[in-house]
């Protein structure tokens, strides 16, 4: 997803620069090198990569709370670099290591492949509890589980309360209300509400997900077949929507996460920003919320289409997952259950803002429930918005061709944009172009 590009500059921060010698039978990967010190001698080390910007920390908590086995860190990259490494390994048939850090909606392009190891059999059920149905589904395959979440991102409106105040508007509770308010807004001569963004599909994805599209269906016994239904009519009226408030002058259509973007948000150019519980940490690492604009945001929950029957959707997550290139897997399922999931580690996680933790731990603790944020000006947010959204969210299937499905939607809604096509055209050209994409590496499109 989108949210690699975000982390992209704090996970360089992470890397440490010294290489300590550890030892290792455990895994396919080379424990010559670590990034952190492995203090504990002469027991099994289980070989990890990972990314996130406290993960040295993480490491070591889990180290010094193990005496049966310790973990090698490495950080090979972030997001794509570390995926094209281990798609190398994967290919080689060697060099993966035994644990590895994976967005949510890469671990379906990484089953499929044989290359992840179904953890329901080592310790699943002593965990399970740790953490909501929906976070377990987003990693999962149908029955099998390919991964321990870690983070998410419920999704939130944030709103500049300097705007909503001066045009007297109110924090819209469904996706018509908030047309209403765009409306309003440019009526008199305000700014524009919100974006409609090409680069940012995931959050189109989500909203057609909350409007009732299921985009990607599978059955683990038949492997090779999977269903990709893109153009309808939910999938097609989401389209139509942004591409009508685009065409009306209520938005704007700049790619977000971009100078120009986050130069508008400090501004006051735009009303919302249709976001995830990671966005604070990412706007305010951007520079928002620091100078003119410092106080001036908040958040509310997400619109929903239909307010009778509420829909939490998500954007981004990322979880731990065992490679079949470990010699160990029992062990190997033990650190992916065990990384980030002291109380320290989620703390400092959550603190400072590197990320919104899934493990129940955290999300029911009250100083992570009851935190008032500085970004929103004191605002518990957690409480408010984000909480509740984690704990309603139901989890979605990800495609094994999760990638290359963004990729389309990104230039279909970039035609949108431009005024060539409409939403719904977009949505039938995205379903065949998709769905001819799926049958040429091999599956049977139902």
Avoid at 12 to 37: F, I, K, W, Y
Avoid at 270 to 280: E, G, L, N, Q, V
Avoid at 401 to 417: H, N, P, R
């Amino acid at each position: 997803m989108k949210r690699r590009r975000i982390l992209a500059t704090v996970a360089m921060l992470a890397a440490g620069t010294g290489l300590v010698a550890c030892s290792s039978d455990e895994g396919g990967s080379d424990a010559s090198n670590c990034t952190n010190t492995i203090t504990k001698q002469n027991v099994p080390v289980v070989t990890m990569w990972g990314w996130y910007p406290n993960t040295q920390l993480v490491v070591d908590n889990f180290n010094k709370q193990h005496d049966d086995v310790q973990v090698c860190w490495t950080n090979v990259g972030q997001g794509g670099d570390e995926y094209d490494k281990f798609q190398t390994a994967i290919s080689a048939g060697t060099g993966a290591p035994d644990v590895i850090m994976v967005e949510a909606d890469r671990i379906p392009t990484f089953q499929i492949q044989g290359a992840l190891v179904d953890i329901k059999q080592y310790g699943y059920d002593a965990v399970k509890a740790n953490y909501s149905e929906g976070a377990w589904k987003d990693v999962s395959v149908g029955d099998a589980v390919y991964g321990v979440p870690v983070d998410g991102g419920p999704m939130g409106m944030i709103y500049r309360k300097d705007i909503f105040d001066k045009y007297k508007i109110t924090p819209p509770k469904t996706w018509a209300e908030y047309e209403q308010a765009a409306q309003k807004v440019k009526d008199a001569g305000g700014p524009l509400f919100g974006d409609f963004g090409a680069n940012v599909p995931a959050v189109l994805m989500a909203l057609q997900i909350q409007k009732g599209a299921t985009p990607f269906t599978s059955d683990p016994a038949q492997p090779n077949a999977i269903g990709v239904k893109l153009n309808d009519q939910a999938s097609k009226d989401v389209l139509d929507y942004w591409g009508g408030l685009a065409k009306k002058g209520l938005v704007g259509t700049q790619n977000q996460f971009t100078p120009e973007y986050i130069s508008g948000v400090i501004n006051g150019n735009y009303a919302t920003y249709i976001s995830a519980a990671w966005a604070p940490g990412y706007l305010t690492g951007a520079g928002v919320g620091k100078g003119q604009d410092t106080g001036k945001f908040a958040v509310a929950p997400l619109p929903q289409w239909d307010s009778a029957n509420p829909v939490q959707v998500n954007w981004g997550g990322s979880a731990f997952s065992v490679t079949k290139q470990a010699k160990k897997p029992e062990l190997a399922a033990k650190v992916a259950y065990g990384l980030y999931a002291d109380k320290e580690s989620l703390t400092d996680g959550w603190t400072n803002q590197i990320i919104f933790p899934l493990n129940l731990t955290a999300l029911k603790d009250p100083a992570f429930v009851d935190l008032k944020v500085a970004f929103f000006g004191g605002q518990q947010a957690n409480k408010e918005v984000y909480v509740p959204a984690a704990d309603a969210y139901q989890g979605v299937q990800y495609a094994p061709f999760g990638q290359y499905y963004l990729d389309a939607m990104e230039k279909q809604v970039s035609e949108v944009i431009k005024g060539s096509i409409t939403g719904s055209q977009a949505a039938d050209r995205l379903q065949e172009d998709v769905a001819k994409y799926a049958k040429e590496q091999g599956f049977t499109v139902q």
